[in-house]
């Protein structure tokens, strides 16, 4: 039709997971999961995205509306930083959902406007993500994660395939998604 215009379609939260997973590949974090990988762990937490590069974790939690944001407060792992994931740890939204001044202490923003994900506060320099974090994320509950991926592996045969060396430039390629 002449004259139409085609807009943009309403931001889901799978998309927003997904979202968050391209963008913290895209910053060397090589291994992420995200909101379809469910895991038990002792506090229950089950993080939007999470990813390790080396020692250091991001956990992003994504929200669509500002009721999700503020009902995640409730959660005893938000209530009591120690026991949540992540060295760092991220909300993503549209913009309008959350400000800087609704963040809790030590939390970054990131907006997402369609498929671009802009860092509104609390990112770090690339060198920052080894010193700088401003959480000790729960590393028992992180590797209970890890752990669970791996076991997944183990039970469809392909754990095997981590005695394989990874091939030149594969890795760098991983990360350009």
């Known amino acids: 039709m002449s004259g139409s215009r085609q807009t943009a379609a309403a931001p889901t939260h799978s998309g927003l997971c997904a979202i968050a997973g391209r963008w913290l590949r895209g910053r060397g974090f090589g291994v992420v999961f995200r909101d379809g990988f469910k895991a038990v762990t002792d506090t229950g937490e089950c993080p939007d995205a999470i ?3 080396g020692a250091v974790s991001v956990l992003i939690e994504c929200k669509l509306s500002r009721a999700d944001f503020l009902a995640d407060r409730c959660k005893p792992f ?20 959350i400000t800087v ?9 990131l907006h997402a406007s369609g498929k671009r994900v802009s860092a509104v506060h609390g990112l770090p320099g690339n060198c920052g993500w080894q010193t700088d974090a401003p959480f000790a994320g729960s590393k028992r509950c992180e590797v209970q994660m890890l752990c669970s991926g791996l076991r997944r592996m183990v039970v469809r045969g392909h754990f095997d ?12 390629r991983a990360t350009d998604v």
């Open 161 to 172: 395939a981590v005695y394989d060396p990874i091939p030149t430039g594969a890795a760098e």
């Open 78 to 97: 938000r209530s009591d930083p120690l026991a949540g994931m992540g060295d760092w740890r991220f909300y993503l939204c549209p913009p309008g959902v």
């Open 101 to 109: 001044e609704d963040l809790p202490h030590g939390w970054g923003l």
């Open 51 to 53: 990813g390790w590069r």
